[in-house]
T-cell receptor, first 115, second 115 residues
Framework: DQQVKQNSPSLSVQEGRISILNCDYT??????FLWYKKYPAEGPTFLIS?????DKNEDGRFTVFLNKSAKHLSLHIVPSQPGDSAVYFC??????????????FGQGTILTVHP | DTGVSQNPRHKITKRGQNVTFRCDPI?????LYWYRQTLGQGPEFLTY????????KSRLLSDRFSAERPKGSFSTLEIQRTEQGDSAMYLC?????????????FGSGTQLSVL
């Protein structure tokens, strides 16, 4: 039972354009959401997060949008840079649970930004 | 380097053998997590510690898996009688819990191959 889904295995974007990565979830108990970025041979690194009480959170070139009614979130990267090429994981958690660090991850989307 | 350190980076073993991985968290972090990632999937939560206490274990963690965190510092994950299905990347993460927030810092992982 995949509670967090990233339906696009890969995305290819031109440098300078917008990258939009999507994520869907099924568990209504999730109340905070995160995006992690992973380069080859490295562990995932935290990128940006959003609480379920918000619908948007912005940090520099990265913006996460949350649509609770649709159980959908997206990550926008503007403008995209070649260094953004990596695997992006969507993750979700329940702040009312035992730990913020117990996360459910999606399968990941490979983003390639072409110069 | 003050990040999360995992050893070994790679481990190849024969089916039925026991293996042990080590994780050294960021020194001031009080929580330590183990995740497992298989090819094409996102990380899956296995277990976590707060200081030396193991607070939660996933149903994914069979009886052949055991984790310890003596003295609340480094942690070890042991797999007994390995099976080919145990082949995966084993990721460790640590965090410092502050009210309403907890950010995971991941190590680079240990890649296990069971032949």
């Amino acid at each position: 039972d995949q509670q967090v889904k990233q339906n696009s295995p890969s995305l290819s974007v031109q440098e300078g354009r917008i990258s939009i990565l999507n994520c869907d979830y099924t568990n209504s108990m999730f109340d905070y959401f995160l995006w992690y970025k992973k380069y080859p041979a490295e562990g995932p690194t935290f990128l940006i997060s959003i609480s379920s009480i918000k619908d948007k959170n912005e940090d520099g070139r990265f913006t996460v949008f949350l649509n609770k009614s649709a159980k959908h979130l997206s990550l926008h990267i503007v403008p995209s840079q070649p260094g953004d090429s990596a695997v992006y994981f969507c993750a979700a958690g329940n702040a009312g649970g035992t730990s913020y660090g117990k996360l459910t991850f999606g399968q990941g989307t490979i983003l390639t930004v072409h110069p | 380097d003050t990040g999360v350190s995992q050893n070994p980076r790679h481990k190849i073993t024969k089916r039925g053998q026991n293996v042990t991985f080590r994780c050294d968290p960021i020194s001031e972090h009080n929580r330590l997590y183990w995740y497992r990632q298989t090819l094409g999937q996102g990380p899956e939560f296995l277990t976590y510690f707060q200081n030396e206490a193991q607070l939660e274990k996933s149903r994914l963690l069979s009886d052949r898996f055991s984790a310890e965190r003596p003295k609340g510092s480094f942690s070890t994950l042991e797999i007994q009688r390995t099976e080919q299905g145990d082949s995966a990347m084993y990721l460790c993460a640590s965090s410092l819990v502050v009210p309403t927030n907890e950010k995971l810092f991941f190590g680079s992982g240990t890649q296990l191959s069971v032949l």
